[in-house]
């Protein structure tokens, strides 16, 4: 059976860290691809230092351009209005009916999913496959996993270090004009600097 890992994200810029937990994903699920989907503007995140949707969009399809079974999706950029997770796994459940789901995230993410919108349908379309962002994995996602599970659904955790970068700290850095480099693929810091995004 087809594995196929959804990473739902703002990527604001894309950064190492999701290009290393896209790998991480396909290395530990066989038979395996992953899509990977820039949300619309969120609601929930402030606009300031918000890149428009198309650049968002561009800077994912340049970190991921040449990765083997990877595809960026623009399904929700697209789309109207702000996208839940629950309605575009539905939708990719539909088109591929004969493939197992995963819902890939940090474990920030893990942390906060059970209050998200239609979480019961979201764990029951797809297993939860998490990696740890600090070094809090043990006691508050132990109890998240164990609760998913209670609910019927199934969660793993990659044990797997992944690299300590967000987007929040790629932000700050390029407008105080200090340097990313190893934190961003070396197109997107281009993308970046060419565009005049988040100075
Ligand atoms: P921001 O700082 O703006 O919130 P971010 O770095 O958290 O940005 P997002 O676009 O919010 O990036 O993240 C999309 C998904 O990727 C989330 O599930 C998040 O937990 C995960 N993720 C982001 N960075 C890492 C990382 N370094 N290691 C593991 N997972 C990550
Ligand atoms: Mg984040």
């Known amino acids: 059976m087809e594995n196929i890992g959804?990473?739902?994200?703002t990527f604001n810029p894309v950064h190492n860290g999701h290009v290393r937990l896209v790998e991480l994903f396909l290395e530990s699920v066989g038979n395996?691809?992953?899509?990977?989907i820039p949300a619309n503007a969120p609601h929930y995140k402030p606009m300031r230092d918000f890149a428009p949707p198309v650049d968002r969009l561009n800077m994912c399809r340049t970190a991921f351009k040449g990765m083997k079974n990877v595809q960026v999706s623009d399904m929700e950029i697209c789309a109207d209005g702000f996208c839940y997770t629950a309605d575009t796994l539905t939708k990719i459940k539909e088109a591929n009916p004969d493939a197992a789901?995963?819902?890939?995230?940090?474990?920030d993410a893990l942390k906060g999913m059970l209050k998200w919108y239609r979480a019961a349908d979201i764990i029951a379309l797809a297993t939860i496959f998490s990696v740890a962002r600090d070094k809090d994995i043990p006691d508050a996602l132990r109890q998240n996993i164990k609760r998913i599970e209670q609910m019927g659904g199934q969660a793993v955790i990659s044990g797997c270090q992944p690299l300590a970068v967000s987007s929040t700290e790629v932000r700050r850095r390029i407008r105080e004009g200090a340097s990313v480099e190893g934190l961003l693929p070396d197109d997107v810091t281009e993308?970046?600097?060419q565009r005049g995004l988040y100075k």
């Open 6 to 9: 959804v990473l739902g994200g």
């Open 32 to 36: 395996s691809r992953v899509i990977v």
């Open 101 to 107: 789901l995963y819902l890939i995230m940090g474990s």
């Open 191 to 193: 993308y970046v600097l």
